[in-house]
């Protein structure tokens, strides 16, 4: 084991319960639950800030803070405190009546947003859910003559039938097949092919500013606008996925948000889930204005628990830290610091994305092994490919834990070249 991957002495380190072994639970989770995930790589029994434990009692740096979900870390007081007292208080309504953290929560994502007069907020569960709403809004944008809804190759919005009609990778798609139709995917940040595909027939275009399960793509400069600019032309939606990159991810509350006011888009309609709940389940789809607000009315959608009182309360809690401890500058500040990092660093190519969500290609297809390699010397990352490493880490991530990371990742990379080669040299001998 590497140093951050050290034996913890403590009984908290280990599971609770019956101290089972992380290789017992293992061979239960495999008993007991449905194998989409394949094998767990750890059984994770406890986390604080930036790192988490195993049931074996090693400790492992976070640097894919449940895949840009953990905005907060692990267990934060403020989140954990507002989750505890709202659940002592008030836990579950049904969408009959409301509650005050869920309308707080809906008027500060508005503001957030920046979004004019007659803007609207749903909540769901999760991602996905929040594509299938806004997959929903774009059917209500259509007509007889105008049903096409646009995505980009690359995309990924989803795991559920709608969302996943939005995704583009054939892998997800095929095995469910036929999905909802009249879906069309373009070559991702091609503007001519944008511009010819918009018409009087495209019901919505929905895009992710930062394709994050694409090894953290970034559209180019300028795609946002011309979107924005065509779609306005002919009547279509524009949605904008922020599912991994809102929050706080990119630097910026939302990724399409710009610094200056000459590049400032504003979308239809946006789509939040992930950092919004710091870990605690909650997704939203925003709509922009009161035409698009009004597509869908009474009766047409609906969730049991969506926008339930400890969500919006976990909602709150995360932003107020946000906003309190000034994490967006941090998260810019730390970004900057590991990519200028990471330039130092042998067999590291291209680097992508901004604030703390980082995509960084390798020289060779090792991506995984390096990802196995990382983990047993006590780093949590993700590879997207056979060549790039995904960092989402929480925004409260340091400048020293982020240094730990970059002394160690030259080693790490050396040893998955070594296992790579080797599975490589054994696979063409036998």
């Known amino acids: 084991m590497g140093a951050a991957a050290s034996r913890g002495g403590e009984p908290a380190e280990r599971a609770a319960g019956d101290g089972s072994s992380g290789a017992e639970w293992l061979s239960r989770y495999t008993d007991s639950l449905m194998g989409v995930f394949g094998t767990p790589q750890r059984v994770l029994v406890r986390g604080d800030g930036c790192y988490v434990w195993d049931a074996d009692g090693n400790r492992y740096l976070d640097l894919l803070g449940g895949i840009a979900v953990n905005a907060l870390g692990h267990a934060h007081p403020a989140l954990t405190s507002a989750v505890s007292a709202q659940s002592a208080t008030l836990g579950h309504v049904s969408n009959f009546f ?11 994502l508005l503001a957030l947003a920046e979004a004019p007069a007659g ?72 503007v001519d092919a944008l511009i010819a595909a918009v018409d009087d027939t495209v019901a919505a275009v929905v895009l992710e500013p930062v394709q994050g399960e694409a090894g953290v793509r970034p559209l180019p400069a300028g795609y946002l606008r011309t979107a924005r600019e065509v779609t306005s032309r002919h009547g279509a939606l524009l949605i904008l996925d922020e599912v991994q990159s ?54 047409q959608h609906g969730t049991t628990f969506g926008g339930n009182p400890v969500a919006t309360a976990a909602g709150l809690a995360t932003i107020d830290a946000l ?22 660093v042998p067999g590291v190519r291209e680097i992508r994305g901004s ?49 730990s990371f970059l002394a160690a990742l030259p080693t790490v990379l050396d040893t998955a070249r070594t296992v790579s080669s080797a599975a490589f040299a054994k696979g063409a001998s036998s």
């Open 246 to 299: 809102g929050m706080g991810r990119t630097g910026k509350w939302f990724a399409h948000q710009s610094d200056g006011e000459a590049d400032a888009v504003l979308p239809d309609a946006m789509t939040l889930a992930k950092g919004l709940g710091g870990g605690f389940p909650i997704g939203a789809l925003v709509t922009f204005g009161a035409t698009v607000s009004s597509l869908i009315t009474a009766g």
């Open 323 to 344: 906003e309190t401890d000034g994490l967006l500058q941090h998260a810019a500040a730390i970004g900057d610091y590991l990519r200028n990092g990471l330039t130092q």
């Open 355 to 403: 604030g703390l969500l980082l995509g960084f290609d390798v020289d060779g297809g090792y991506a995984p092994a390096a990802v196995s390699a990382a983990l047993a010397a006590g780093f949590i990352v993700n590879s997207t490919g056979p060549h790039t490493i995904r960092l989402a880490p929480p925004l409260i991530l340091t400048e020293d834990q982020a240094e």
């Open 119 to 190: 803007s609207k907020v749903f909540f769901t569960n999760s991602g996905t859910e929040a594509l299938e709403a806004a997959f929903k809004l774009a059917r209500r944008n259509s007509s007889p003559t105008r049903r096409r809804i646009l995505a980009l190759d690359g995309a990924f919005h989803g795991r559920t039938m709608g969302a996943l009609a939005l995704t583009s990778k054939q892998a997800y798609r095929e095995p469910f097949e036929p999905l909802p139709g009249g879906v069309e995917h373009l070559p991702f940040g091609d």
């Open 98 to 108: 409301t509650s005050p953290p869920q309308i707080a929560l809906a008027e500060k």
